[in-house]
């Protein structure tokens, strides 16, 4: 059993609650999403200005690439639009699944900058027109999609009662919440009074955030109705996003190879978002980690641009660098700004913006 020392404060369970329903909101994976078209964009530009030098047997970007990003995109595309529509099946793992497909080819490319950069295989960079900015792409969509995919998206599934929740409080998830922005006050995670459990093995009712009590395991039923368990609900483990209609995970603990321990999970919030076609206030406060860490995009505004580093400034904040500006969470927006000159709202809020590379 998971000792107290383990266990999340109570000002970490409402960080850790606030951040399972940041990573599995419409804001993140539209963000995600828009990652995706500019990656889609620049390979297409970059097939496109090959094409016209006469460099398509020479480029490092092929045409089959560039269907591959197609088809992802047209897969993320539509698991998003499933999402804005309260379709949280989009999360639930299968081969067929559309975040599935659409991560393919990501993981192929990501794969192949790295084999480059280990010196494994090379390509034509003088025949492969906007390699830079192509390059930058693949890794922020990268960045931005590992952010939230680890806590969103349900592990390769095959109905083995060892599948254990993503979510673990350990050191990697200590450091992350201590780098996120956060609202002052956070809200309290919710004590449901009609609370629903499930047991590891047992099949989940709703999408949602459940959490890991200490509780006996049952018998022979599936699920536990209210008046099945008493309070108060000593805390076990780390809450985690559960997905419905597939079988409960064990909570994930240290020491146990990756296996987890079996667990009474409780309900703490049923997701019903978007279904109603509403986005809540709570989403126009979202911030994320990456493509640039925070800590990280303040001192990128005091350098200088290079292929290997993003420019990064808030609204109200002076330019550091004259050029056209990107909104960080809508890539289709732009500015053009002098050096000095303070960078704007978008839509009446603070943003962060990313200098675009030429």
């Known amino acids: 059993m998971t000792t107290p020392a383990s266990l999340p404060n109570e000002l970490e369970r409402k960080q850790i609650f606030y951040s399972l329903k940041r990573w599995t909101s419409y ?23 090959a094409s016209a030098l006469g460099l398509e047997e020479k480029t490092g970007i092929h045409e089959s690439t560039l269907v591959l990003i197609l088809k992802g ?61 192509y390059a930058r792409a693949v890794t922020q969509l990268t960045e931005a999609w590992s952010e939230c995919s680890l806590n969103a998206i349900q592990p390769n599934f095959d109905g083995a009662v060892e599948t254990v929740a993503s979510t673990l409080f350990n050191d990697y998830l200590k450091a992350q919440l201590s780098r996120m922005v956060f609202p002052d006050p956070l809200p309290a995670v919710p004590d449901p ?62 020491g146990t190879r990756g296996k987890g321990e079996p667990t009474t999970w409780r309900m703490l919030w049923r997701d019903d978002r978007y279904e109603d076609g509403a986005i809540s206030e709570e989403e126009k406060h979202y911030v994320f980690l990456q493509p640039a860490q925070i800590e990280e995009a303040k001192a990128l505004t005091r350098s200088q641009p290079s292929a290997a580093s993003l420019i990064v400034a808030e609204s109200g904040e002076g330019a550091p660098v004259a050029g056209r500006w990107l909104v960080e969470d809508d890539l289709h927006a732009s500015v053009d700004v002098a050096a000095g000159e303070e960078l704007p709202l978008h839509k009446g809020r603070k943003v962060r913006w990313t200098l675009a590379v030429a």
Do not use: C
């Open 27 to 49: 804001t993140a994976w539209k963000r995600i999403l828009d990652f995706y078209q500019a990656w889609a964009d620049v390979a297409e530009e970059s097939l496109r200005e």
């Open 73 to 133: 995109l047209a897969d993320i595309d539509e698991a998003v639009t499933r999402l804005k529509q309260g379709d949280k099946r989009i999360f639930k793992y299968a081969s067929y699944s559309e975040l599935a497909q659409a991560f393919r080819p990501l993981d192929h490319e990501t794969e192949m900058l790295w084999r480059l950069a280990e010196g494994e295989i090379g390509i034509n960079y003088e025949a492969t027109p906007l390699w830079d900015r």
């Open 193 to 254: 009074i009609d609370s629903l459990f499930v047991r590891t093995g047992r099949v989940i009712e709703y999408s949602g955030i459940w959490e890991p009590i200490d509780a006996p395991a049952p018998k022979i039923i599936s699920l536990f109705r209210p008046s099945s368990l008493k309070g108060p609900f000593p805390v076990a483990g780390t809450m985690a996003y559960l997905h419905g209609g597939t079988a409960a995970p064990n909570m994930a603990s240290e």
